[in-house]
Each structure stands twice: as structure tokens, then as C-alpha cells.
């Protein structure tokens, strides 16, 4: 199983960026964590197949994931970003819809997201 996330990169508080995770499966449950330095592994975002999603609160109303089915792909698009938001982004798959990083399956190698002010 493999699983490559793109779309990260440097930019400025209050601009926007979409990350995309493909994966070579179609998990029941797609997921987006981060990681900041000295900090554990944060839920953001996850998905289900039949498109339910949820949200970390730090990021509700600002993030939005989808998920294309046909593609086998997992987006998240961050709007509003804040210096805080800074952090190495992983996407996941999993069996269940869960927040915690340890049940999930399969992971991304991460991308770098850098909010300066």
C-alpha cells in the first residue's frame, strides 16, 4: 500500500493551500494528521467513504476535506492559514473513523507546511 502526499510548502498567515494524498487502495477511512516540532501527532481532518468527515477543533471552519473516490485521493484544503498550522502534514488510512493515530493503518511520508507572518 502506498500513499504520496504533495501540496505543501512555505506561505504567508491568512493565505490558503490544498494538500493531496493519493493512495493505491480505497480505504474505508482517510485521514490528515500533523506534527510540529516537539509536539505529538495532531488529528486534523479524516473522511469516510461515504463522505462523512470530521475536524480537529483547531482547524474547524477553515480546513476542508474531500476525498475522490474514482482517484483514490484525499484532499485538504487550508484556508485562513495561521503561523500555528505550521507543522509536517501525514495523510492515513484506516478501517475505522477514528482520531487516534495509532489505529490507523497505513501512512504518507508528510509534507512540509510552513505559515510565516
Known amino acids: 500500500v502506498q500513499l504520496q502526499a504533495s501540496g505543501g510548502g512555505l506561505v504567508q498567515a491568512g493565505d490558503s493551500l490544498r494538500l493531496s494524498c493519493a493512495t493505491s487502495?480505497?480505504?474505508?477511512?482517510m485521514a490528515w494528521f500533523r506534527q510540529a516540532p516537539g509536539k505529538e501527532r495532531e488529528f486534523v481532518s479524516g473522511?469516510?467513504?461515504?463522505?462523512?468527515?470530521d475536524y480537529g477543533d483547531s482547524v474547524k471552519g477553515r480546513f476542508t476535506i474531500s476525498r475522490d473516490n474514482e482517484k483514490n485521493t484525499v484532499y485538504l484544503q487550508m484556508n485562513s492559514l495561521k503561523i500555528e498550522d505550521t507543522a509536517v502534514y501525514y495523510c492515513?488510512?484506516?478501517?475505522?473513523?477514528?482520531?487516534?493515530?495509532?489505529?490507523?493503518?497505513?501512512w504518507g511520508q508528510g509534507t512540509q507546511v510552513t505559515v510565516s507572518s
Open positions: 492515513a488510512i484506516g478501517r475505522i473513523e477514528t482520531r487516534v493515530a495509532a489505529q490507523y493503518d497505513y
Open positions: 487502495v480505497r480505504p474505508w477511512y
Open positions: 473522511v469516510g467513504l461515504i463522505s462523512r468527515t
